[in-house]
């Protein structure tokens, strides 16, 4: 069976009642196999002692962030280009996760800033950019919440999610448009990663975990999604039911 058999909401789900299973265990391991290094491998930072920690949640978050982002411009392509009947249902079920993501980031940034900095938030280009894609999901959630018809709610929300892809390379490249406080990329450079070997290597396994958290998540949206959409369309056809009965 090809991959685009599974457009068939029904296909889809036999396939995600046989993946997920997987996805749960691969993404325990792997924050479990994370956390283990954190705590018991990982060394402490000279200078930032053990507050270096929190960089293993705020990093895979801060990545995430920008690629949830991304699963949502793709499927949006997905819904205005191929009419993909479960391109919408992948960004809806994307947004809040990538809104939860981005805040996790903004608030370990802040908890992460103050003792390093001097100071809780600071409108440089990195943070005052990442808060715009934070209020982006927002106002994409309800977006789709204001509009009742989902057809026309996919839409106008595929519309907005590409026109506000321009901010991810903007986050990106931020620190290197513009120097702050907000130190430069340690992990995806050019000339290689500038973080030490014995960091680095827990820190991979922790974006990993995370990425398969995120996999299993949108999953499990989409599923929900999927059967809330079989729902209205139930109780429509009950409802036109009981008015053609009236009539």
């Known amino acids: 069976m090809a991959w685009i058999d599974y457009a ?3 296909r889809f789900l036999g396939l995600l009642d046989r993946l997920l299973p997987w996805l749960v265990g691969a993404t325990v391991v792997l924050l479990g196999v994370g956390l ?20 293993y949640l705020h990093v895979p978050c801060a990545w995430l962030s920008m690629f949830c982002y991304m699963v ?31 805040l996790i980031c903004l608030v370990t940034g802040s908890l992460w800033g103050k003792p390093m900095w001097g100071t809780w938030w600071v409108w440089d280009a990195r943070l005052t950019s990442v808060l715009v894609l934070f209020i982006m999901y927002l106002g994409l959630i ?30 990106k490249f931020s620190v290197e448009w513009w120097s702050t406080l907000h130190q430069p990329a ?11 070997r014995s960091m680095l290597i827990p820190l991979m396994v922790m974006a990993v975990g995370f990425t398969f958290l995120f996999m ?32």
């Open 36 to 55: 283990y290094q954190v705590f018991l491998i990982a060394p402490d930072d000279y200078q930032q002692g053990q507050t270096v920690k929190i960089m």
């Open 72 to 102: 949502m411009a793709a499927s949006s392509l997905g819904t205005l280009v191929w009419r993909h009947p479960l391109a919408d249902v992948s960004a809806k079920a994307a947004a809040p996760l990538g809104a939860v993501f981005t």
């Open 8 to 10: 068939n909401p029904t």
């Open 216 to 247: 299993t998540l949108h999953f499990l949206a989409m599923r929900n999604e999927i059967l809330r959409r079989r729902l209205r369309t139930l109780r429509m056809i009950e409802a036109q039911g009981l008015e053609r009965g009236a009539a």
């Open 186 to 196: 340690a992990v995806f450079r050019m000339d290689g990663p500038t973080i030490d």
């Open 142 to 171: 309800a977006l789709w919440q204001t509009i009742e018809d989902p057809a026309k709610a996919a839409k106008a929300a595929a519309v907005m999610t590409l026109v506000g892809v321009v901010n991810i390379p903007i986050i």
